[in-house]
Protein backbone atom coordinates (compact mmCIF):
# COMPACT_ATOMS: atom_id res chain seq x y z
CA UNK A 1 0.00 0.00 0.00
CA UNK A 2 2.78 2.24 0.52
CA UNK A 3 4.09 2.35 -2.92
CA UNK A 4 0.26 2.93 -4.16
CA UNK A 5 0.17 5.98 -1.56
CA UNK A 6 3.45 6.71 -2.70
CA UNK A 7 2.40 7.05 -6.25
CA UNK A 8 -1.03 9.28 -5.30
CA UNK A 9 1.26 11.45 -3.30
CA UNK A 10 3.60 12.07 -6.35
CA UNK A 11 0.90 12.40 -8.69
CA UNK A 12 -0.89 15.07 -6.39
CA UNK A 13 2.31 17.00 -5.58
CA UNK A 14 3.29 17.47 -9.55
CA UNK A 15 -0.59 18.16 -10.06
CA UNK A 16 -1.76 14.98 -11.84
CA UNK A 17 -5.15 15.21 -10.77
CA UNK A 18 -7.79 18.12 -9.57
CA UNK A 19 -9.82 15.88 -7.37
CA UNK A 20 -9.66 12.26 -6.48
CA UNK A 21 -11.84 9.34 -5.04
CA UNK A 22 -10.53 6.56 -3.51
CA UNK A 23 -12.31 3.61 -2.81
CA UNK A 24 -10.88 0.39 -0.97
CA UNK A 25 -11.38 -2.30 1.36
CA UNK A 26 -11.34 -1.36 4.78
CA UNK A 27 -8.31 -2.63 5.92
CA UNK A 28 -6.70 -1.60 2.94
CA UNK A 29 -7.70 1.92 2.57
CA UNK A 30 -6.51 2.47 6.35
CA UNK A 31 -2.99 1.09 5.70
CA UNK A 32 -2.86 3.84 2.91
CA UNK A 33 -4.29 6.83 4.94
CA UNK A 34 -0.77 6.47 6.83
CA UNK A 35 0.59 7.24 3.73
CA UNK A 36 -0.97 10.15 2.39
CA UNK A 37 0.84 13.73 1.79
CA UNK A 38 -0.97 16.84 2.79
CA UNK A 39 -1.10 17.70 -0.89
CA UNK A 40 -2.74 14.58 -1.54
CA UNK A 41 -5.46 15.04 1.09
CA UNK A 42 -6.42 18.15 0.22
CA UNK A 43 -7.17 16.64 -2.57
CA UNK A 44 -9.71 14.03 -1.94
CA UNK A 45 -13.38 14.29 -2.40
CA UNK A 46 -14.49 11.23 -1.46
CA UNK A 47 -13.48 8.32 0.10
CA UNK A 48 -15.35 4.61 0.31
CA UNK A 49 -13.74 1.93 2.49
CA UNK A 50 -15.82 -0.75 0.76
CA UNK A 51 -14.30 -3.86 -1.48
CA UNK A 52 -15.54 -3.94 -4.94
CA UNK A 53 -13.04 -6.06 -6.55
CA UNK A 54 -15.09 -7.91 -8.87
CA UNK A 55 -18.21 -5.47 -9.70
CA UNK A 56 -19.11 -4.28 -12.59
CA UNK A 57 -18.53 -0.40 -13.20
CA UNK A 58 -22.48 -0.04 -12.94
CA UNK A 59 -22.18 -1.28 -9.15
CA UNK A 60 -19.04 1.17 -8.27
CA UNK A 61 -20.80 4.11 -9.96
CA UNK A 62 -23.59 3.32 -7.71
CA UNK A 63 -21.52 2.85 -4.86
CA UNK A 64 -20.05 6.22 -5.74
CA UNK A 65 -23.33 7.84 -5.76
CA UNK A 66 -24.40 6.36 -2.14
CA UNK A 67 -21.28 7.43 -0.86
Do not use: C
Request: hydrophobic share 50%; no cysteine.
Amino acid sequence: MAAVAGWLNTQALGNGFEALAVVAAPKSLGELRKHYHKSLEGKLVMELAKDLTGHSIADIEAALDKG
